[in-house]
């Protein structure tokens, strides 16, 4: 997942950006999401993949549609794009095998949450890239989907809103380092419970089955 840089101008956003820092980078070399950049990714790989993206997502924007907040902040365009995927890959789109992920049950933590989500677009066109190259084939109408600059710049507004006393800017970074922590603890489970029956679970490392995120000390790249 990546966010993108801002200018200076959004005090909140660059606090939240600085706090999670740590679990942001951590998703970088997740050892089960950096097989999206892999040069021997496969299409099942792929698939299981987008089907851990698409139920974390709908899990927020269900939660979000509960607390009815951020209207103009939905998940929605999002979904559509990986459902658009997974059916064209012919998988189901919700996991079996995998427990629910955690949801926000507060409006700054549902704030939180889309800020990190909405965020993994910004990374999406170098994904594609890698993907197209690797599986020219493969539907990739969630990676490389371009950003709503609007959009983002609505939410941006809101963190700045919510975040504008110390208490509520400090629980906006919380909530934000705990949606990076259990999307990478998701994807850990669902791709375990996946792969666990395969061939191919032998292959990966061994840190690919721990079901705690990799701490990652050193700081994040200019990706944000």
Do not use: N
Not at 41 to 57: D, G, I, K, M, N
Not at 60 to 76: G, K, N, P
Not at 79 to 84: K, S, V
């Amino acid at each position: 997942m990546s966010a993108e840089r801002d200018d200076g101008a959004h005090a909140v956003r660059t606090r939240i950006a600085a706090a999670t820092q740590a679990d942001h980078h951590a998703l970088h070399v997740h050892p089960w999401l950096r097989r999206l950049s892999a040069p021997d990714l496969t299409l099942r790989e792929y698939s299981v993949l987008l089907q851990a993206y698409c139920a974390f997502f709908s899990r927020i924007e269900q939660a979000r549609q509960a607390l009815c907040v951020f209207e103009t902040l939905s998940l929605d365009r999002t979904l559509a794009a990986l459902r658009a995927d997974l059916r064209c890959l012919a998988v189901p789109l919700e996991p079996v095998s995998a427990g629910d992920p955690a949801t926000p049950d507060h409006p700054r933590a549902v704030l939180a949450a889309l800020y990190v989500l909405h965020g993994a677009q910004f990374g999406g066109q170098v994904l594609r890239g890698k993907v197209a190259g690797v599986l020219p084939g493969a539907p990739r109408h969630f990676f490389g989907g371009a950003q709503d600059r609007r959009l983002w710049a609505t939410l941006l507004t809101e963190l700045e809103r919510h975040g504008r006393d110390d208490a509520g800017c400090q629980a906006l970074c919380r909530a934000a380092a705990q949606t990076f922590r259990d999307f990478g603890q998701f994807v850990t489970e669902h791709c375990i419970a996946e792969f666990s029956a395969s061939p191919m679970f032998g292959q990966l490392p061994p840190m690919t089955f721990s079901k705690t995120p990799p701490v990652i000390g050193e700081e994040a790249g200019s990706g944000r």
